[in-house]
């Protein structure tokens, strides 16, 4: 992709409706208003099924928590589509194949802009790719009747990714944070409810039931039961504790003396974006290679199994994996081989961990500057703002090479770490999945920071009890 095709996409992009900027920043109360209208609208849309497509039971997978998507429904693709569009441009920017310089305003924009329309066609891209290898069922009555249905069903969920990209959009701008990383924890958070009322019934069931083994079998069966949500509340802690984790630098005002506070640089620098990224890139690797390659015989690169799962094959071990199949946990994976290659799967949950840490490294890098988080962007700021750190002369170029010393490390480590967490933290079988469950709090702590610097609990003390 070469700067012309760039810059067709972004005078493209110049024809879309947009959401214009507040002409004056949004009060407190229109904040919230406007995020809780994105997501009321986000779960309508996660419960309407699609038209001219069979209603499903069938459980939410890991593909479907991470991209705040449901198979059948309008937001089948959810938002995969604009993730992988930023994944993509991402990519081409940082490999050069792209010219665009991220600390000029301009080029920022038209990033951006590029973005929104790639993630359109992506849209339609990703909603061909579910709709016509039969990963969404079609109702076979109106297929008879008309041919047309197929492309009707892509056109529904295309338009319903759009959707989810302009309440995003709505969401950066009148809302609280940012609208993918909201519907990302909505979708988690509502696996992770549904998965514990399910654990609850059974639990009942076992204990009240002697056909199922009551008595003295009962409480062993019943903890059993209660593993996955043992390991989502252990999951959920280990992440809030992480992070908590903080490097404080001491500053200074220059014109003010005896007055010191200290910079606070999180062990996860850049939060849980790396993980966001590189679980989309790992999950739309897994959508592409299920609907393009099935009955290939690319056995090297992906064994896909006839409903469109990758079984084995070299992007197999690239993709998640997890020792358990619903709410049920088990650990025959140490035993269990690949049923093509024979290789063990426990070297399958090996590979993701590292892979999922190794990509959350790049990303993570890149995101960094990007948003102007680098060490030259943050010493320009806080010497604009008047800041210099203590023993050292009051010098832009100073700060950034002491920065440094700590804004690459912490993002090197905690872009690994962040991945290293969630790959692990699967392999717990804990509800919503770890790597979910540590989107979510990552998501709800920056929320949590947002809300406190806007002053929302002092305006609203109720609200302040409630979080």
Known sequence: MSNAIIDILHKAAGVLPEIKNPERPPSTKERLVWTGIAVVIFFIMYHVTAFGVQPTSGAVDFLQTITASRIGSLLTAGIGPLVLASIFLQLFVGAGIIKLDMQNKEDKQKFHEVQKILGIILAFVEAIIFVFPGKVQLIPDLGALTPFIPFIVVLQIAIGSIIVLYLDSIVSKYGIGSGISLFIAAGVSLAIVGGALNIFADVINIVTNPAIGGGAEAIPKALLRMLPLIFTILVFIICVYAEGIKVEIPIAFEKVRGFSPKLPL??????????????????????????????????????????????????????????????????????????????????????????????????????????????????????????????????????????????????????????????????????????????????????????????????????????
């Open 266 to 467: 999180k062990f996860f620098y850049v939060s849980n974006i790396p993980v966001i990224f590189a679980s989309a890139l790992i999950l739309n690797m897994q959508l592409f290679a299920g609907g393009i390659l099935v009955g290939k015989g690319w056995d090297s690169i992906a064994v896909v199994s006839p409903d469109g799962r990758l079984i084995d094959g070299f992007l197999y071990f690239l993709t998640p994996f997890f020792p358990g199949q619903g709410s049920e946990i088990h650990f025959s994976y140490l035993t269990q081989l690949t049923p093509l290659t024979g290789i063990p799967e426990w070297v399958h949950a090996i590979t993701y961990i590292l892979f999922l840490s190794t990509v959350s490294i790049l990303f993570g890098m890149f995101w960094v500057e990007t948003a102007n988080m680098d060490a030259k962007s943050v010493a320009n700021q806080l010497s604009s703002s008047g800041l210099q750190i203590p023993g050292f002369r009051r010098d832009p170029r100073m700060l950034e090479t002491i920065l440094n010393k700590y804004i690459f490390p912490l993002t090197v480590l905690g872009s690994f770490s962040v991945g290293l967490l969630a790959g692990m933290a699967d392999l717990t079988g804990a509800l919503g999945t770890g790597t979910g469950i540590l989107l979510t709090v990552g998501i709800l702590y920056k929320m949590y920071e947002q809300m406190e610097q806007m002053n929302m609990f002092d305006a609203y003390p109720a609200l302040g009890k409630l979080v």
